[in-house]
């Protein structure tokens, strides 16, 4: 079946750390995966989107790759800090098309610790 | 411009009765996805509308249905409300390609009693 899991549902970190969270995903053949943002009572929030032909996607302090062949995609946020306290969500469409519907793991939650 | 907007942001309903929520996307976006979000299980597909179509379908019940106007407005109604509704329905509105940045709303928590 189908299914995209991300790494321990809470990760707690030092302030000044890099943290690392981990996408994986059966059964899909997404042609990009994007990283998304969640603080409590919100709605998630964009952050990058990598392509299946791209292998690292960069943004400030923030770093995606991207690997087909292991079906995984690795989140990366260095000089962590408090702020960056949040849940963090994969999601990649369900088929090989653009139009296909985008579907979310089930979050990561991160705790900077100061 | 403006954001998403979803309306109401808080709703109690009683079992059995029916609602409709509103999603009003970022004006230019035609594509408006719903999703209900539970501590359990997560943020969970419900449907996607692109110029007033339906364009993709999650595996909800029929009880689960949607719409959406000429102004790429969207409503979904929940009909025979069950305990298990209870949820943050968020509604996310983009430029049709799924490849490009979805911007979502900040939510109908719906309370089921």
């Known amino acids: 079946s189908q299914k995209i899991e991300q790494n321990s549902e809470a990760l707690n970190i030092q302030e000044g750390k890099t943290a690392t969270l981990t996408c994986n995903y059966t059964?899909?053949?997404?042609?990009?995966l994007q990283w998304y943002r969640q603080d409590p009572g919100r709605g998630p929030v964009f952050l990058l989107l990598i392509r299946e032909n791209e292998k690292e996607k960069r943004k400030e302090r923030l770093k995606v790759t991207f690997d087909t062949t292991l079906k995984q995609s690795l989140f990366h946020i260095t000089a962590s800090q408090p702020a960056d306290s949040a849940t963090y969500l994969c999601?990649?469409?369900?088929?090989?098309?653009?139009?296909?519907?985008?579907?979310f793991g089930p979050g990561t939650s991160l705790s900077v610790i100061p | 411009k403006a954001g998403v907007t979803q309306t109401p942001r808080y709703l109690i309903k009683t079992r059995g009765q029916q609602v409709t929520l509103s999603c009003s996307p970022i004006?230019?976006?035609?594509?408006v996805s719903w999703y209900q979000q539970t501590p359990g299980q997560g943020l969970q597909f419900l449907f996607e509308?692109?110029?007033?179509?339906?364009?993709n379908k999650g595996n909800f019940p029929g009880r689960f249905s949607g719409r959406q106007f000429s102004n790429s407005r969207s409503e979904m109604n929940v009909s025979t409300l069950e305990l298990g509704d209870s949820a943050l329905y968020l509604c996310?509105?983009?430029?049709?390609?799924?490849?490009?940045?979805?911007?979502f709303g900040q939510g109908t928590r719906l309370t089921v009693v």
């Open positions: 059964n899909y053949s997404p042609a990009y």
């Open positions: 996310a509105s983009s430029l049709g390609q799924m490849d490009t940045e979805a911007f």
């Open positions: 509308y692109f110029s007033e179509t339906q364009r």
């Open positions: 004006s230019g976006h035609r594509s």
């Open positions: 999601a990649l469409a369900a088929g090989e098309t653009s139009y296909d519907k985008v579907i």
